[in-house]
């Protein structure tokens, strides 16, 4: 376990008994389902004059999908208290998680609000999309503790969490939050630098623009775009990711022949985006990675890896 | 059932019985391993030296798979005959499947040799992984039977098919060739338009670009990207598409919420890949598209069905 922030008196990750989820749209209530599930307390704010009841369909709604997975000892629903007051909805706070509308200016205000009511040394996590914790930490008096967790819908089921601090995050900050984040059960990627849309997103991002450039320009219905996906690549991405599916595309020779084969085809017109230069060097970088990632698994026992999986995946989804 | 190509006599999609893969590699071994599981005989022809050791060791890799997803009656492995000259391979061909690697001139050349050879009315579809078939079929004597059939990795497996025709084939052939697909048991996109990579290939290719960028400029690394697609975004694409995923992520509003709240985030640098102008055309175009595909079911239940899909996919892999 990492230490304590620095900023207040520790509280170890164990430790932690209530969340404020500040926030409580489609995300801000689904963190608020997943730590109910996972048996904390949790207190939500939201200034919607709706947000209580839209809140309490939301965790109704995964709540049978929480049920089914398992709750932890004690889990229940009951221990949702909403709050209208901000401050008094911080006051017992021992994490917090931010979920507001993707606005820079009122994540900024938010924060520093957030910031000048949470008991010392508790973390201030944002679920920002895309914003570097940079940019929005600037009006906080003790911006050490805030930082970027960024969850993907819905974040009581989607494992991946990106955490990536600003200039101004603490380096205790940054490993106490990635403890925290596994400690309740989720996938943590732990961001060495601030990237706009962290990692998922520029992908995802990349290709959602793609696709929209498509049905603007009547290459395709959005119905094609999403069978494409969902009968097609959508069905490896699960068990290997873009670049292990590719080290498997070279047969035998991996992602080093995969790239000598189809590495022309960077500079074919299959997508609007501008391809990266493939030096020797980025060559080497995704080879290596994938040597890396297969760490000693033959191609031949990934392609019975992925085999297994697409077929598992296949089926539980009734499409086999 | 359309009626059969009207360039020589007719085969009922119901009717083909030997298929034959020219190229051999992983993509057309895995097309061999798939006719075969689903009782075809199977001749293959592939130049290169080794090809026929190749195309064995393919095939014996891909059959387990194919038996546990259920082999057809008659299904052999030994009714896979490799054929090293390319007229003798050709001449009992009720349908051919050309998977040559991706180089344009090498196709147009292999194609007028295969139209050459095949016998009269025999579809020719190819796998290319982007080009057009307006690009390949100039040097065949009959291209009004040449279509490309554009699988995925492996094609023993992943069940999407792209089928679009170039200028020069005939409209019954596009509709035979869907239905042989789909008589085959496969998931078929028939385009209407030549688009350079077709749609999933647009839509991965974009990703893929986005992640060499993120190498290259040490954004991050390859596990990174993978991970974050595995235990993330990937996780619902079996599911539900990119538009879909996106229809929910606008809560109860759906996706023209989701555009109205989000849409400024084309604006950001969240990936090197300049957005569409969000003009109120594409918006109507995608909001429409998405009720279409969402067909009378309301945003509660697409949430409750990707919420099981997303469990099931969890369960199925150990993730959960």
New interface residues.
């Given amino acids: 376990m990492s230490p304590a922030p620095t900023t207040g008196p520790p509280v170890a990750v164990e430790d932690v008994r209530t969340v404020c989820c500040v926030g409580a ?2 995300i801000g209530g689904g963190w608020a389902a997943y730590f109910l599930a996972h048996g904390y307390d949790v207190v939500a704010w939201d200034p919607a004059p709706d947000a209580a009841e ?1 809140l309490a369909h939301l965790v109704d ?2 709540w ?2 929480l049920t ?2 398992g709750l932890a000892e004690g889990a229940d629903r009951s221990r949702l208290r909403f709050e209208p007051d901000l401050a008094t909805a911080l006051a017992d706070a021992q994490f917090v998680q931010e979920s507001a ?2 606005d820079l200016e009122l994540k900024i205000k938010l924060l520093a609000d957030i910031d000048a009511h949470a008991p010392e040394g508790v973390v201030i996590s944002s679920s920002t ?2 914003y570097g914790m940079s940019e929005m930490q600037g009006a906080c008096a003790t911006p050490g503790r805030t930082i970027v967790g960024h969850p ?3 974040p009581y ?4 969490v ?1 955490v990536v601090g600003g200039t101004e995050t603490s380096p205790e900050v940054v490993a106490w939050t990635s403890d925290f984040f596994r400690h309740v059960g989720k ?1 943590v ?1 732990t ?1 060495e ?1 601030e ?22 320009e ?29 080290h ?4 035998q020779g991996g992602m080093a022949h995969m790239l000598d ?2 590495g ?3 500079k ?12 020797p ?2 060559r080497d ?2 080879v ?3 040597d ?2 297969a760490d000693g698994r033959t191609i ?1 026992q990934l ?2 890896e ?12 009734g ?2």
């Fill in positions: 749209g489609v839209r709604a995964a049978p999908a089914e997975l509308p993707e999309s895309g993907f819908n819905p089921l989607i494992p991946l990106e996938s990627i961001m630098r990237v706009p849309g962290f990692i998922a997103n520029r992908l995802q991002e990349a290709l959602w623009r793609e696709a929209l450039h498509m049905v603007a009547g290459e395709a219905t959005v119905e094609q775009i999403d069978l494409s996906i969902t009968d097609g690549p959508g069905l490896r991405w699960p068990i290997q990711g873009p670049m292990l599916t590719f498997l595309a070279g047969g084969h189809f022309p085809s960077l074919s017109p299959w997508t609007r985006l501008v391809a990266a230069e493939l030096t060097e980025l970088a995704v290596d990675g994938c890396r990632e031949d392609v019975a992925r085999d297994a999986g697409v077929i598992a995946v296949l089926r539980a989804l499409k086999a």
